[in-house]
């Protein structure tokens, strides 16, 4: 393909909302010859837009491959569309307004037919419920307001804390509670929004004694949550309450009772800004219409979803779909974090995923500002994973505009209707990259739920696990050194020499041919040095005492210390009674040499007791007391 690329920044890049623009601004760029981008802003393994806040993205990533951004409702910030927009790139805003071109649905509209058709029905004690930090929900409050005010009624606002379940869940334990203490609505509008007279009552509707007798939900999960909760607690719907959401997402049509909803047309939506891109004209601003669609919960009969074999096909398949999701999310766990793992940089879990190709970016740990956790690596990504995309990793280096590699949109460019898709790879301990694969828009799942979220934290776990596996393995060396080494000289201690010296005499039971030699030795001198010279130079002459005799002997037999100037050596293999003989003279004669310590010669002799396995003696501890024997016997001689 040669047209042009188009970035799309989004908290997510998948689901029901994300997914779904996403998906109808790609369809628009591919019937007109161009190609897409999908980048995840919030770090991977979030499971709210709403509750993680506005992600702390800010690297140009992609930038010189791009003709045009397209920014998704709290993706980044706004200094970092004035900073593309200052690079050059046409930055269009969706579901929200900015400095530059913006595409929104008609959000009031809709909502206003909602509320109109509910009165309609007889209501008149009609709330709002959403998540109003967010641009899209504030305009559909606005679309509720506006009508209730102009039929003479008051508005009524509860707020829902996110635009998922959990949010409906809310609003209807406030209801519910309302309802028990048979009280006024605990968030009415504010001041400037004072009622044109009190809500008129009509307690007999429905029995119930809930404040409101219908609401209009700001998001389609919103209104399932308080469904489910409201059924929970006995109410019937829309008997006791009259519901209506926003979105039109798949789900709504499916429940019991069916759910009626103003349908956002999110494929109208993503190829309205595919074509702003194409002819993009700072400051002006788009609007998609939305219709509203009576169903069974705002108390139209019969509107449900006909039962039909299409209809039940469609519900199958999206059950096998997300069974098939499940499965693949329980196989890569095993994959990356399991006990038989593979090297996750190596992307072969990726196989397991509908991705075609995929590769891994890791921020250059070559830079020096990396050389801390937590501070902000550089903006080169080392590319040290390649699936199926031929992108020259282990050791190619990608500056953070030009990743991923063009190599990987060519693994885009096929028939198969596959976009590039991106996510962090970041843990609370380390910000390690980024995944980038080629796969297909996840658009019929709730937001936060697609293979990229899931798989770029798993990813990150698994990569953390390894730092930390690898430092643990360090922290046990360090550990069994310590338990088996002299912390002075570093040669065996006490416990290791032992170990030695048991697997000596094992083998000289095995082989009676076997001999093997303890050679017990006792520095001359050695006190005087440390009371002239001090306990450090004592320590240094210990030093160099280890370091010669682990010079002079073969690299299978055992020096070791037990401590003040004792040291013991092990010799295996000794040929006769007296084949320890040469060994003992040539460490007379090196340890006799003068040493240097601090500028100082100094001279020390040695004593040794030798004992040898003959004749069935080749008890370790029986040995090492007949050489300790023998030292002492040399020394009083001396």
Request: glycine share 10%.
């Amino acid at each position: 393909m040669t047209g042009r690329t188009f970035g799309i920044l989004s908290p997510f890049v998948g689901g029901d909302y994300y997914g779904a623009i996403i998906a109808g601004i790609n369809d628009a760029a591919v019937a007109g010859g161009d190609r897409v981008m999908a980048v995840q802003t919030l770090d991977p393994g979030s499971h709210s837009a709403d509750r993680s806040g506005l992600p702390a993205f800010h690297r140009p990533l992609a930038w010189r491959h791009l003709a045009g951004l397209a920014l998704l409702p709290g993706a980044v910030a706004a200094d970092y569309a004035e900073k593309a927009r200052e690079a050059g790139l046409p930055v269009v805003d969706v579901a929200q307004e900015g400095a530059g071109a913006a595409v929104l649905a008609d959000n009031r509209s809709g909502v206003r037919d909602a509320v109109a058709h509910l009165i309609g029905h007889g209501h008149e004690r009609i709330a709002f419920a959403g998540y109003l930090a967010h641009h899209d929900l504030r305009e559909r409050h606005e679309g509720y307001r506006e009508a209730m005010l102009a039929h003479g009624l008051t508005p009524v606002l509860y707020e829902s804390g996110d635009n998922h379940e959990s949010g409906g869940e809310q609003v209807a334990e406030a209801l519910l509670h309302q309802a028990l203490l048979h009280q006024a609505p605990l968030h009415q509008t504010p001041l400037r929004e004072a009622p044109l007279r009190e809500a008129r009552g009509d307690e007999a509707r429905g029995g119930s004694g809930m404040p409101v007798t219908a609401i209009v939900v700001g998001t389609d999960r919103n209104a399932i949550g308080l469904i489910n909760r409201l059924a929970a607690a006995g109410l019937s719907l829309p008997r006791d309450m009259a519901v209506v959401g926003f979105d039109d997402i798949a789900d709504a049509a499916y429940l019991k009772p069916a759910l009626s909803t103003v349908r956002q047309p999110l494929d109208q939506i993503g190829s309205m800004v595919y074509q702003r891109l194409c002819s993009f004209a700072s400051g002006q601003v788009d609007r998609v219409s939305t219709v509203f669609v009576p169903r069974e919960s705002c108390g139209c009969p019969g509107r449900g979803l006909p039962v039909s074999e299409p209809h039940t096909r469609a519900l199958f398949g999206e059950v096998q779909y997300l069974q098939s999701t499940l499965n693949i999310q329980y196989e890569l766990g095993i994959a990356l974090l399991g006990a038989e793992a593979a090297d996750p940089r190596s992307l072969e879990w990726l196989g397991l995923t509908p991705a075609v190709a995929g590769c891994l970016g890791l921020w250059d740990p070559s830079s020096p500002e990396e050389q801390e956790p937590g501070q902000r690596p550089s903006d080169n990504l080392a590319l040290v994973g390649d699936y199926r995309a031929s992108v020259g990793a282990p050791d190619r280096r990608v500056p953070v505009d030009a990743f991923p590699p063009p190599e990987l949109f060519a693994a885009a460019d096929g028939p198969a209707g596959d976009i590039v898709l991106i996510a962090p790879v970041r843990s609370r301990a380390r910000d390690w990259g980024m995944l980038a694969a080629v796969g297909r828009i996840q658009s019929t799942t709730p937001p936060g739920r697609e293979m990229m979220n899931h798989s770029g934290s798993l990813l990150a776990k698994a990569l953390d696990y390894q730092v930390t596996m690898a430092a643990l393995r360090e922290q046990e060396e360090r550990l069994r050194t310590a338990a088996l080494r002299d912390h002075l000289t570093g040669l065996p201690n006490r416990l290791l020499l032992e170990d030695r010296l048991t697997q000596a005499g094992l083998r000289a039971t095995r082989d009676p041919d076997y001999r093997f030699a303890v050679l017990l030795l006792d520095l001359n001198g050695f006190k005087a040095v440390n009371d002239t010279l001090g306990h450090a130079a004592g320590d240094q002459l210990l030093i160099k005492v280890a370091g010669r005799l682990t010079r002079l002997l073969r690299r299978t037999d055992t020096v070791a210390r037990l401590g003040g100037d004792e040291f013991v050596v092990l010799i295996g293999g000794v040929n006769g009674t007296d084949g320890h003989e040469t060994v003992r003279k040539a460490i007379q004669t090196t340890l006799a040499e003068p040493f240097t310590i601090d500028g100082k010669e100094v001279t020390v002799g040695v004593s040794i007791g030798v004992a040898v396995s003959a004749d069935g003696a080749t008890d370790p501890d029986r040995l090492l007391r007949e050489a300790d024997a023998a030292m002492y016997r040399e020394k009083s001689r001396r």
